[in-house]
């Protein structure tokens, strides 16, 4: 008599059925997987036609070159100009990097490289938590504290007026936001560099500055390279704090301590009041998929240079 398992089946015929039920969540998980997959492109897809096809009463009115470059925006008069939008978006977002990437690369030096024990872990905490505080909170202080201290103490001390708010000071605060995330990714990508590359450095000579400067950060500078593109996404598309901090002024700011306006905080601001009037909302709705282009063209720019940061400096 042929031997039997405990559910009366030979053991070769149990062993197949298990082997079919586990092909069959296989390809049942990888259709999961796909579908997933697929959604993601889809919602990306309908969201860009929605925002084409609520764009199209604007474009079709006026000439996409006159609302790239005109200055007035003036929607009781049918005026739609993104310049001064478009210049003060630039103005932020340059300031906050310039003011944010050194800091952030530095404390994150640090953190993975200098700081022990007790000490590494207070650090990243703190930093956590800075990366955890919701942006309206910096908002908040940023009026308190920063919009006085620009307007009373920076602007004087540098020869020039401001009201406090401004372009100025939405990048100081937008430094201290983004400043956390760029942190946190600088330091996973240096403690991921094997320890064979600080030895093998060490080894020959090189002080641990030396190692760090020449060694470590070209390794790790696809990933800090990353770091700083959230940083840059983060600042681009903000949108509470420069609609709380930056003035709300449609006009091309003469120095970056004057008011003005992002291309956010456009839409956030004139969102309201606004959105009844068809052809303001489909202005407003051009923005939206202007930043959309924008983000979607440097991100791909941006793959493309990692790619090739990645192919030079392999460790």
């Known amino acids: 008599m042929a031997p039997t398992t405990d559910h009366g089946q030979p053991p070769d015929q149990e062993r197949q059925g298990r082997l079919e039920r586990r092909l069959v969540i296989e390809r049942l998980s990888s259709y999961w997987l796909i579908g997933a997959g697929l959604f993601a492109v889809v919602l990306?897809?309908?969201?860009?036609?929605?925002?084409?096809?609520?764009?199209?009463?604007?474009?079709?009115?006026?000439?996409?070159?006159?609302?790239?470059?005109?200055?007035?925006?003036?929607?009781?008069?049918?005026?739609?100009?993104?310049?001064?939008a478009i210049v003060g978006t630039i103005y932020v977002t340059v300031l906050s990097m310039a003011m944010g990437t050194p800091i952030a690369i530095l404390a994150a030096i640090y953190i993975a490289e200098y700081a022990e024990g007790r000490m590494k872990v207070i650090v990243s905490s703190f930093i956590d938590v800075l990366a955890a505080i919701p942006s309206v909170i910096f908002g908040l202080v940023g009026l308190i504290v920063v919009v006085p201290f620009v307007g009373d103490y920076l602007?004087?001390?540098l020869g020039t007026h401001s009201i406090g708010?401004?372009?100025?000071?939405?990048?100081?605060?937008?430094?201290?936001?983004?400043?956390?995330?760029?942190?946190?990714?600088?330091?996973?990508s240096l403690e991921a560099l094997p320890d064979e590359l600080r030895e093998a450095s060490l080894g020959v000579?090189?002080?641990?500055?030396?190692?760090?400067?020449?060694?470590?950060?070209?390794?790790?500078?696809?990933?800090?390279?990353?770091?700083?593109?959230?940083?840059?996404?983060?600042?681009?598309?903000?949108?509470?704090?420069?609609?709380?901090?930056?003035?709300?002024?449609?006009?091309?700011?003469?120095?970056?301590?004057?008011?003005?306006?992002?291309?956010?905080?456009?839409?956030?601001n004139d969102f309201g009041e606004l959105m009844s009037i068809p052809l303001t909302q489909s202005a407003l709705i051009f923005v939206g998929l202007l930043l959309l282009v924008i983000v979607w063209l440097f991100n791909f720019g941006a793959m493309l240079v990692r790619r090739r940061l990645k192919r030079r400096w392999q460790y």
Not at 66 to 79: F, G, I, V
């Open 44 to 84: 990306f897809g309908l969201i860009v036609l929605t925002l084409v096809q609520q764009s199209i009463p604007i474009v079709s009115e006026h000439s996409l070159l006159e609302m790239l470059t005109s200055s007035n925006w003036d929607p009781a008069q049918e005026e739609f100009g993104y310049l001064p």
């Open 155 to 157: 602007a004087p001390a």
């Open 165 to 188: 708010l401004g372009i100025v000071t939405v990048s100081l605060v937008m430094a201290i936001i983004v400043t956390p995330f760029m942190i946190s990714l600088t330091v996973e």
């Open 205 to 268: 000579g090189a002080t641990k500055w030396e190692t760090i400067r020449s060694v470590l950060l070209r390794a790790a500078g696809p990933g800090i390279f990353s770091a700083i593109l959230l940083g840059f996404g983060r600042v681009f598309g903000a949108t509470i704090v420069p609609a709380m901090l930056i003035g709300g002024q449609t006009a091309i700011p003469e120095s970056p301590f004057d008011a003005g306006e992002t291309l956010p905080s456009l839409i956030v």
